[in-house]
């Protein structure tokens, strides 16, 4: 799997998750304790985030680490199923 995919599939579970616990990206940013604008590049997977910055992300959900990281395997999941689609379809 390719980074950026890692990092856009990890961006999307986070912003899922803020939105459905109904935090702004404001408020989320200052529970986690990080800079609003860096938020949004984590949510638009733009940036490879460290394990320091995923632990405060996972904090400010109020999610365990293996729970956060279930969610984003099944996330993951998604996309290999997505890679596998065309070439059942080909027959290759």
Do not use: W
């Not at 949510?43 to 400010?60: P, Q, S, Y």
């Amino acid at each position: 799997m390719e980074k950026r995919t890692l990092a856009k599939k990890l961006g999307t579970l986070v912003q899922r998750l803020r939105l459905e616990r109904g935090f702004s990206q404001e408020t989320f940013a200052q529970a986690c304790k990080i800079e609003r604008a860096h938020v949004g590049k984590i949510e638009r997977g733009e940036v490879n985030v460290t394990v320091a910055t995923t632990l405060r992300l996972i904090e400010g959900l109020d999610l365990s680490l293996p729970g956060f990281f279930s969610k984003l395997e099944r996330e993951l999941d998604n996309v290999d199923e997505e890679d596998r689609e065309p070439h059942q379809r080909t027959g290759a």
